[in-house]
């Protein structure tokens, strides 16, 4: 009698447990070879667009269109743009590795943001406070410039 209770135990205890646990036994193994492709192919993006340098800025009221009528038009030609409006990412680039380096940021610290791709690396860096600094505290634009300029390695001249 009691293995009897024992048995019923482990069925109506066991069989719901490995109803609920046989999607996640198919699920990780799949989810982690995508991650895994996704990772490859990011890996080849970094590769194919080495040299690429990116302005990321998203459609925050108070800058975006600072940033569209004033800063935009006077950056080099070499200098991609990424937006982000909402969630929803407005590049030239596939959105899919645009979506991936933007995960991967090691310095984000809000927008706007750069990105270099270097020797197969994203190199990153927040330009949040000093973009600041000239919306909120009329500082000149010239200076936000360069500091672009030096980190993309575009402007030899600017000290």
């Known amino acids: ?29 799949i989810k982690s070879f995508y991650r895994k492709k996704i990772k490859e192919k990011y890996a080849e993006f970094l590769i194919q667009n080495d040299g690429k340098n990116f302005f ?48 991967n940021l090691k310095n984000y610290n809000r927008f706007p943001h750069l990105i270099k791709i270097r020797n197969g690396q994203l190199i990153d860096k927040s330009i949040n406070n ?12 010239s200076a936000f410039l360069g500091q672009i300029n030096r980190f993309f390695n575009l402007d030899k001249n600017v000290v």
């Open 56 to 103: 990321c800025y998203n459609n925050r009221k108070n800058s975006k269109k600072y940033i569209e009528e004033k800063i935009l038009p006077n950056l080099p030609k070499e200098i991609d743009i990424v937006y982000l409006n909402g969630k929803k990412i407005e590049s030239d680039y596939t959105t899919e590795f645009i979506s991936e380096a933007l995960y």
């Open 1 to 29: 009698m009691r293995k009897l209770k024992d048995i019923l135990r482990i069925v109506i205890i066991g069989i719901p447990l490995l109803a609920l646990s046989i999607p996640m036994i198919i699920f990780i193994p």
């Open 130 to 141: 000093p973009f600041y600094n000239i919306l909120n505290l009329n500082k000149p634009k």
